[in-house]
């Protein structure tokens, strides 16, 4: 079963002369359960596929179907409650709020959509991440990895149908970034969750199941 599917998916920027093809043609298939990452150089269209599939951004053709559903004919209020309910999100700069702790960061998904967590899972997710003793902690105190495990934690509390996952190291220094590249995995590994992770570092997508190589806005393998 496959969670994501785009089919001949194009995004172009511009007219004329000066239009940019960021995608030209995507048809892609993203398996239930797995870690498929995808690679490419800068420009190759790495983000503009992430936008597409996260519903942030519309596609010039072709179609995105997550979880069954195609989310191009969907309004903004019904994208913001989709990608809540179905789509965990790890942006690099970890995007956490200031004034909320790493406990309340964590649920902050769940209080948007007036839901009462599951403690037993909330604990076996932080305990996985090496959050447990920092529950109570605001993101400035927080080590980059620990603030990233957190956006990681987030992004899995909603049980999603998918975590996409934006260059997740890349404001990581290498060690670091492994460490958590390698929680990333682990955690989609226990709870059988679908991951797409985004990425420039070959290193990194070798942890994947799949690594799909983008350039000029198509798959090249």
Same mark, same amino acid.
């Given at each position: 079963?496959?969670?994501?599917?785009?089919?001949?998916?194009?995004?172009?920027?511009?007219?004329?002369?000066?239009?940019?093809?960021?995608?030209?043609?995507?048809?892609?298939?993203?398996?239930?359960?797995?870690?498929?990452?995808?690679?490419?150089?800068?420009?190759?269209?790495?983000?503009?596929?992430? %936008?597409?599939?996260?519903?942030?951004?519309?596609?010039?053709?072709?179609?995105?179907?997550?979880?069954?559903?195609?989310?191009?004919?969907?309004?903004?209020?019904?994208?913001?409650?989709?990608?809540?309910?179905?789509?965990?999100? =790890?942006? $690099?700069?970890?995007?956490?709020?200031?004034?909320?702790? =790493?406990?309340?960061?964590?649920?902050?998904?769940?209080?948007?959509?007036?839901?009462?967590?599951?403690?037993?899972?909330?604990?076996?997710?932080?305990?996985?991440?090496?959050?447990?003793?920092?529950?109570?902690?605001?993101?400035?105190?927080?080590?980059?990895? *620990?603030?990233?495990?957190?956006?990681?934690?987030?992004?899995?509390?909603?049980?999603?149908?998918?975590?996409?996952?934006?260059?997740?190291?890349?404001?990581?220094?290498?060690?670091?970034? $492994?460490? =958590? *590249?390698?929680?990333?995995?682990?955690?989609?590994?226990?709870? %059988? $969750?679908?991951?797409?992770?985004?990425?420039?570092?070959?290193?990194?997508?070798?942890?994947?199941?799949?690594?799909?190589?983008?350039?000029?806005?198509?798959?090249?393998?």
């Amino acid at each position: 079963m496959n969670i994501v599917t785009t089919h001949h998916l194009k995004k172009y920027f511009g007219e004329g002369e000066r239009q940019i093809r960021a995608l030209d043609g995507i048809d892609l298939a993203v398996e239930k359960g797995k870690f498929t990452a995808v690679i490419g150089p800068s420009g190759a269209g790495k983000s503009t596929l992430f %936008h597409l599939i996260a519903g942030l951004d519309e596609p010039t053709e072709g179609t995105v179907i997550v979880d069954g559903t195609e989310i191009s004919g969907m309004t903004e209020e019904q994208l913001t409650i989709f990608r809540r309910r179905k789509i965990g999100f =790890v942006f $690099q700069d970890c995007a956490l709020v200031p004034e909320l702790t =790493v406990r309340e960061n964590i649920l902050f998904p769940m209080a948007l959509d007036h839901m009462r967590p599951d403690w037993t899972y909330f604990s076996e997710i932080t305990g996985l991440l090496g959050l447990s003793e920092k529950l109570d902690s605001y993101p400035k105190t927080l080590s980059g990895g *620990a603030a990233q495990c957190t956006a990681i934690a987030r992004a899995l509390i909603m049980r999603p149908s998918i975590v996409l996952a934006d260059e997740p190291t890349g404001s990581l220094d290498a060690k670091t970034g $492994q460490n =958590v *590249a390698g929680l990333l995995k682990m955690t989609a590994e226990t709870f %059988h $969750q679908t991951l797409l992770m985004i990425t420039h570092n070959l290193e990194l997508a070798q942890l994947a199941d799949r690594v799909v190589h983008l350039r000029d806005g198509r798959i090249i393998g």
